[in-house]
């Protein structure tokens, strides 16, 4: 099985940036994915990585370390609409399902 | 083109009832998964279905079960409701032809309370 975990809470300022580390082991490494989820609505999807490095897409970023079971979100000009859970999953070649941690929920102030 | 959908949104049952949940992939998707989110937790793998047929299942009891249609539509069924088994239920649809990655859209989900 894979063991995904992620910090459970952080909080910042509006305009402001965070990081939101994820740490992972699985056998078969198929690709890491973020998902973004409102209180009581389905997730949506944020970014996949599958190889070494950071991806970019407007105001967040997603980087990954195979080697070091290590991945990242970046929310960069922070808003109050991003306040949400940030979920981090992992997809094993050896399985069809992913696996997610448990997310982190991210509330930003004014 | 409509994503994933599934119905009903919200449902309350009794301890010892049976539930079945919908689920219409999103167009040109054949494959469904299903997943269960507890209050404050990610979603669970439950298992998932192609070419109707259970493909995988995840560490849920044979109280937990499922079908696929032809048209990729899907239902997941759960007999002898326990109060544990409140929670949102997630379906996701992805397109198996194209496994490039595991990318899994997500519906809306069903809450469903067991009183």
């Known amino acids: 099985g894979q063991n995904i975990d992620q910090p459970t809470e952080m909080t910042a300022t509006e305009g402001a940036i965070v990081q939101i580390n994820c740490t992972y082991q699985t056998s078969g490494f198929n690709g890491l994915f973020w998902y973004q989820q409102h209180a009581g609505e389905a997730p949506t999807f944020l970014s996949y990585?599958?190889?070494?490095g950071l991806e970019e897409k407007g105001r967040f970023s997603s980087f990954l370390s195979r080697s070091k079971g290590y991945s990242y979100l970046l929310l960069k000009e922070l808003q109050m609409k991003d306040s949400a859970s940030y979920l981090c999953?992992?997809?094993?070649?050896?399985?069809?399902?992913?696996?997610f941690g448990a997310g982190t929920t991210v509330t930003v102030r004014a | 083109d409509a994503g994933v959908t599934q119905s009903p949104t919200h449902l309350i049952k009794t301890r010892g009832q049976q539930v079945t949940l919908r689920c219409s992939p999103k167009?040109?998707?054949?494959?469904v998964s299903w997943y269960q989110q507890a209050l404050g937790q990610g979603p669970q793998f439950i298992f998932q279905?192609?070419?109707?047929?259970?493909?995988q299942r995840g560490n849920f009891p044979d109280r937990f079960s499922g079908h696929q249609f032809p048209n990729y539509s899907s239902e997941l069924n759960v007999n002898a409701l326990l109060l544990g088994d409140s929670a949102l239920y997630l379906c996701?649809?992805?397109?198996?032809?194209?496994?490039?990655?595991?990318?899994?859209?997500f519906g809306p989900g069903t809450r469903l309370t067991v009183l």
């Open positions: 990585n599958v190889l070494d």
């Open positions: 999953a992992v997809s094993d070649s050896n399985d069809y399902k992913l696996s």
């Open positions: 279905y192609y070419e109707e047929e259970e493909r």
């Open positions: 996701a649809s992805s397109f198996q032809g194209a496994f490039s990655y595991n990318e899994q859209f």
């Open positions: 167009s040109g998707h054949d494959t």
